[in-house]
């Protein structure tokens, strides 16, 4: 897992829409970056829906949100639509952001392993320095921790 005060490794992603999206796009922000498992999967659309509530708020505090999975721009295109996600979503079916910011695991559930993304929030300062680490992120409280932080 990268640490707080790293520098936040830079990224160059497809949104839905077959745009790249650059995580340098953003200096001079600050940045939420959330990976997570899998589109319109029951504990990712809580998560998105629940950025998807706070939006107003993140955008009110000058933040980016930006999502990132595995899942296809035509996946991410379909979970956009379906739940009225305000934010970037990023398709990284190669894994190299999910690689670089160390979130590839490997998972057990019900006593099968196999490799997979562990729900990770970093947020990123103006400069591109990682400024706090939410490791196994909750669904359901994510948006919110990250807002109190954010707050102070």
Same mark, same amino acid.
């Given at each position: 897992?990268?640490?707080?005060?790293?520098?936040?490794?830079?990224?160059?992603?497809?949104?839905?829409?077959?745009?790249?999206?650059?995580?340098?796009?953003?200096?001079?922000?600050?940045?939420?970056?959330?990976?997570?498992?899998?589109?319109?999967?029951?504990?990712?659309?809580?998560?998105?829906?629940?950025? !998807?509530?706070?939006?107003? &708020?993140?955008?009110?505090?000058?933040?980016?949100?930006?999502?990132? %999975?595995?899942?296809?721009? @035509? +996946?991410?295109?379909?979970?956009?639509?379906?739940?009225?996600?305000?934010?970037?979503?990023?398709?990284?079916?190669?894994?190299? !952001?999910?690689?670089?910011? &160390?979130?590839?695991?490997?998972?057990?559930?019900?006593?099968?392993? %196999?490799?997979?993304?562990? @729900? +990770?929030?970093?947020?990123?300062?103006?400069?591109?320095?990682?400024?706090?680490?939410?490791?196994?992120?909750?669904?359901?409280?994510?948006?919110?921790?990250?807002?109190?932080?954010?707050?102070?």
């Amino acid at each position: 897992m990268l640490q707080e005060g790293m520098k936040a490794p830079s990224f160059t992603l497809m949104n839905e829409r077959g745009e790249q999206i650059s995580l340098s796009d953003f200096l001079g922000k600050k940045v939420v970056v959330y990976f997570y498992p899998k589109d319109n999967t029951p504990g990712c659309t809580r998560q998105a829906c629940a950025f !998807a509530a706070a939006y107003e &708020d993140f955008k009110h505090l000058d933040v980016v949100v930006i999502g990132i %999975s595995k899942d296809s721009q @035509r +996946s991410h295109a379909n979970f956009i639509k379906k739940h009225d996600l305000p934010f970037i979503l990023l398709s990284d079916p190669e894994r190299e !952001a999910i690689e670089a910011y &160390d979130v590839w695991k490997e998972k057990k559930l019900y006593g099968k392993v %196999s490799m997979g993304v562990v @729900r +990770s929030t970093y947020v990123i300062n103006e400069e591109g320095i990682i400024e706090k680490v939410f490791e196994k992120a909750k669904p359901d409280t994510n948006a919110a921790e990250i807002l109190a932080y954010l707050r102070g």
